[in-house]
């Protein structure tokens, strides 16, 4: 696997005399870009002001493919990379197109390498080789895979390859008669959408994210963070984490989810065991964060692995004073900097 850091001797060694520079990397963002891409601004200027606070220089980049100094932008005493780049609907493949250039230029940058990142974005690949390491994923359905189908059972249809919940509402949650309703639903949505989709079957529990760090050993997961859907079901509503619950779209679902940490000891156990072993599953660096619905039982299934998820996800944990986003960013940074974890 491309490691991506420097070898050792390659490390800079001018630190303790000079000021280490960080790059924030990020998209191109449009003033008509929608929100989950206008987001990314936000990051990039909290993060790089929390930089700041750690004694970096930091510079912001856009990520340009077309822009013909970006090579040496990137390697003009850069001493390490905050990799906020994602993909999109304009840009498919600009994630995967920057971490490889980071690779290439054997650049320090956060997050996880190639090889993960392009397993866990497909989303039926990624719950394929869970179910085949006997990690719990629910059912799924495609146009190529529908041996799972049962019918009047709730499916969630939702985009193969998009994070940031692009392309899941309300209305993407069916309950097919037939297997012939669900494949018309999915070409529905597919030609809706313009992006290939997949049924999922809609689990009714309780939904979590898993936040992980890299530790010195291995990989620390953090306190599960619950999300609790207020007022859903009195309004007729499936608690769905929808773009609209995520963006701001409808007010309704945006201000009705909240983000706690989850007090449920035997329950955290089980979701932080089945998250490191993805973790290592998957071979993730840095940081990550893996999601989970229970199903009717109470029992956890894995719907999703992020390798370089928005660091929101950390939030709750800043607020309850267990960890300062400060020292998120610390240790973030110093594992892609060094090639492992910085907890002291």
């Not at 085949?132 to 994923?137: E, P």
């Amino acid at each position: 696997m491309t490691n991506n850091r420097r070898k050792k001797d390659n490390i800079r060694t001018h630190h303790d005399l000079e000021i280490p520079t960080a790059v924030v990397l990020h998209n191109i963002i449009a003033e008509n870009s929608p929100e989950d891409m206008k987001d990314v601004l936000i990051q990039a200027e909290w993060i790089g002001q929390l930089l700041c606070n750690l004694g970096y220089q930091v510079k912001n980049i856009i990520l340009d493919p077309a822009d013909p100094n970006l090579v040496h932008k990137l390697t003009d005493s850069v001493d390490v990379v905050f990799n906020l780049v994602d993909s999109n609907r304009a840009e498919p493949a600009i994630a995967y197109w920057a971490v490889t250039c980071l690779e290439r230029l054997n650049i320090p940058f956060t997050g996880s390498p190639i090889e993960p990142m392009v397993l866990t974005t497909d989303k039926i690949q990624t719950k394929a080789k869970l179910r085949q390491a006997g990690l719990a994923t629910a059912d799924w359905v495609s146009t190529r895979d529908t041996r799972a189908f049962r019918p009047q059972i709730p499916y969630l249809i939702k985009p193969i390859r998009e994070d940031a919940s692009i392309g899941v509402s309300q209305a993407s949650v069916i309950r097919p008669e037939s297997l012939t309703d669900l494949l018309t639903a999915l070409a529905q949505q597919e030609a809706a959408l313009g992006l290939p989709c997949f049924a999922e079957h809609y689990l009714p529990g309780r939904e979590f994210d898993v936040p992980l760090l890299a530790t010195k050993t291995e990989v620390e997961t953090l306190t599960p963070v619950e999300l609790v859907f207020h007022g859903f079901l009195a309004a007729g509503l499936y608690p769905v984490y929808s773009y609209d619950a995520k963006w701001g779209g409808n007010s309704l679902e945006y201000d009705g989810v909240q983000l706690q940490l989850s007090f449920d000891p035997a329950l955290n156990e089980q979701l932080q065991s089945m998250a490191r072993q993805a973790w290592d599953l998957f071979d993730l660096r840095g940081y990550g964060k893996v999601d989970f619905r229970l199903d009717a039982q109470g029992c956890p299934h894995i719907l999703e692995i992020n390798c370089n998820p928005s660091l929101y996800l950390f939030w709750p944990h800043h607020q309850a004073g267990l960890l300062p986003m400060k020292e998120v960013i610390r240790r973030i940074v110093c594992a892609a900097e060094t090639g492992r974890s910085c907890e002291n």
